[in-house]
């Protein structure tokens, strides 16, 4: 008996009953556009964090202040002082080809204020490098320069956010004065708009300034913040991380018993972080999924045991004509491998469907996966042989004498 | 003489049922011969239902030998005898066995699908060709629940004559049908017989008998008489004696 004559008869014997093969495969369709659906949400928010986590800025590394004294007075980090522009400038000097752009960074709270409109907001006094560290683009204006920033030039860039806020009527706020905290500072330039955050922060209400100018007319400290950096690749992090702390340390005059008492963040360990979370969540959802895919198998099993029972004379006869208990074994297995495989074929149309639709309606990020098609179809397969086994094995190892006496 | 296609020889089947031995068969020894048409009588009880078994190697004996084609069954596993009735035996049963829904054409089908060495279209042309020689051609696609009981079983034995059998087995091949009908399937029997085939007919029906050649008797699990039939009556001759059918 050929391959092409065993699905034949297979399908003629499914058609035979047609409402209970659709209910059986209904089990393995609703499995599989289950696991589809899951895992091109999943893969859809995971891919889409990623991009919007490289695009606050390109490999990223963040050099945050840590106490490092047990006994002492705890404090924000923010506010404490250990990192000191010395410290960017011991970066600066390596030289070093792993790593892009420095910045120092330093921030104040407080009311922007022009005319009328006031708003409060973020004052942030960066170098000319953060810019192209966090991805920053000018929509109208230029960028202060490095004269601007060893003039302690009160010059400034408004982020989206705060000039909708002060200036409501649409006027270019390029070359106006506004106010922050009673200092004037001149609006050189706006940033193009950059969005919500994948947190849900407004990366456009921000004001940046040189930082020369910050620390001196509103924080009146000498300390910073954090600094900012960036690796020229992904490749390149780890080793550009390596080196900023070993410029820190010796810059902090550390020996090699004490602590760092900074702490130095990549974003790719962000993006470790999150990714991981998101697969842990992807994980469990598929695993859910799987299991109403193993709750359909068992309803092929089931079927099929039914089927072989209620077909007994069916293999008496075939049996008497000279069918081997190998080809009985092959009919009944290719039947349940049809149901599954079927199960399959519109499962997956229909969990791409479902998927398609969700992005549409919804507006979820949604990947689809050619694995995770190829899984599904492999995971069918599988079922339908695993389940479809025992049954077709009863079948044929019945007795024919027996099987064609059965009423 | 024609050739000897079937011979047994002290032939002993045993069923253990619990403590008990059953001697169904209690060695039974003849022989047939090509062209042959045996009818096989017998009560229930006679081991006329485990004699059949055997023959149509569905079953094997506890001892004694049986020579199918010079084949000796008894040492053959479930493969080989699945083999052996696929190329050699033609079954013709009480109740047809046809599978429901499916064509007439595809039920005649159906042992050539386990022959590896057919192609499809040859298929198809065996069968038609069986279907032709039951005088069924034009019901070739009707499927059994649209055929009369006659024409069922002329199915039924198209199908056990499309694989050229050497021998055709049929048990109680009439016992579901009306007079008239069963004389019907017996002349097509005699008119296969004529043709060449080599017939069993396993029945309880003494006028059926007497169709055949010669008949067997069983009895308590043992050949009680192996007569050659001298008035065989022609079935086509006694359908034209019977009252016409009523029409409808």
Not at chain 1, 17 to 33: D, E, S, W, Y
Not at chain 2, 33 to 41: A, K, L, Q, V
Not at chain 2, 44 to 50: A, I, L, M, N, Q
Request: charged share 20%; with cysteine.
């Amino acid at each position: 008996m050929n391959i092409l004559s065993l699905i034949m008869i297979a399908l003629k014997a499914l058609k035979k009953n047609k409402m209970r093969t659709f209910l059986t495969m209904l089990g393995i369709i609703i499995g599989v556009a289950a696991v589809i659906t899951v895992m091109a949400i999943g893969e859809g928010s995971k891919e889409s964090i990623k991009s919007n986590l490289s695009g606050m800025g390109s490999n990223m590394i963040n050099v945050m202040p840590v106490m490092n004294e047990p006994g002492s007075v705890r404090m924000l980090g923010s506010n404490m002082q250990t990192i000191r522009q010395e410290d960017v400038e011991a970066i600066k000097k390596l030289n070093s080809p792993n790593i892009k752009g420095i910045s120092p960074v330093v921030s104040a709270n407080g009311q922007a204020i022009n005319g009328v409109n006031n708003w409060p907001t973020n004052i942030i006094g960066v170098s000319t490098d953060y810019l192209e560290i966090r991805r920053l683009n000018l929509k109208d204006g230029i960028i202060f320069s490095d004269a601007d920033i060893k003039s302690f030039a009160k010059v400034c860039l408004l982020g989206n956010t705060v000039v909708k806020n002060l200036f409501p009527d649409g006027e270019n706020p390029v070359g106006k004065t506004i106010r922050f905290n009673r200092i004037p500072f001149q609006v050189i330039g706006i940033l193009a708009s950059k969005g919500q955050s994948s947190f849900g922060q407004d990366q456009d209400d921000i004001i940046l300034a040189p930082y020369s100018t910050v620390q001196k007319r509103i924080t009146a400290t000498h300390y910073l913040q954090s600094i900012y950096a960036s690796a020229t690749s992904e490749a390149t992090s780890d080793a550009a991380t390596e080196e900023i702390k070993n410029a820190m340390r010796e810059s902090h005059h550390l020996s090699a018993t004490e602590d760092d008492d900074f702490d130095v963040r990549t974003q790719t360990e962000l993006l470790t972080t999150i990714n991981s979370t998101s697969s842990l969540l992807t994980i469990l959802l598929t695993i859910v999924a799987g299991i109403s895919l193993l709750i359909g198998g068992i309803g092929i099993m089931n079927i099929m045991y039914v089927s072989v029972t209620e077909r007994t004379k069916e293999i008496g006869l075939r049996m008497s004509i000279g069918a081997k208990g190998k080809d009985i074994l092959l009919q009944f297995l290719t039947e349940a491998i049809i149901i599954s495989i079927g199960g399959g074929i519109i499962g997956v149309v229909l969990g791409v469907t479902a998927s398609k639709v969700i992005a549409l309606i919804l507006g979820w990020p949604v990947l689809i996966s050619e694995i995770s098609i190829v899984l599904s179809f492999l995971v069918c397969g599988l079922t339908g042989i695993f389940f479809g086994y025992y049954p077709a094995q009863k079948a044929s190892r019945l007795d024919p004498i027996e099987a064609l006496r059965y009423e | 003489m024609m050739a000897k296609i079937l011979e047994i020889e002290n032939l002993k089947r045993e069923f253990i049922v619990g403590d008990e031995t059953v001697r169904a068969l209690q060695g039974i020894s003849f022989s047939v011969h090509s062209g042959e048409f045996i009818t096989i009588m017998g009560s229930s009880g006679s081991g006329k239902t485990t004699l059949l078994n055997i023959i149509g190697c569905l079953d094997t004996p506890t001892s004694g030998t049986y020579l199918l084609d010079n084949v000796n069954i008894r040492q053959l596993n479930r493969n080989a005898l699945a083999e052996l009735r696929n190329k050699k035996i033609g079954f013709v049963f009480q109740s047809y066995n046809l599978l429901p829904r499916t064509t007439a054409i595809e039920n005649v089908e159906l042992p050539l699908f386990y022959d590896r060495n057919i192609s499809s279209k040859v298929r198809k042309e065996k069968a038609f060709e069986a279907l032709k020689a039951v005088n069924l051609e034009n019901r070739a696609f009707h499927s059994p629940s649209q055929l009369s009981g006659g024409q069922q079983q002329r199915v039924a034995i198209a199908r056990a004559l499309v694989n050229e059998p050497v021998l055709i087995l049929a048990d109680e091949a009439t016992g579901n049908l009306d007079t008239r009908t069963s004389y019907e399937i017996m002349a097509l029997m005699q008119e296969l017989n004529k043709r060449g085939r080599t017939i069993i007919f396993v029945t309880h029906e003494p006028d059926i008998a007497t169709f055949s050649q010669r008949t067997i008797l069983l009895r308590d699990g043992k050949i009680q008489s192996d007569q050659v039939n001298c008035n065989m009556q022609s079935a086509l001759e006694l359908i034209a004696g019977l009252p016409k059918a009523d029409k409808i």
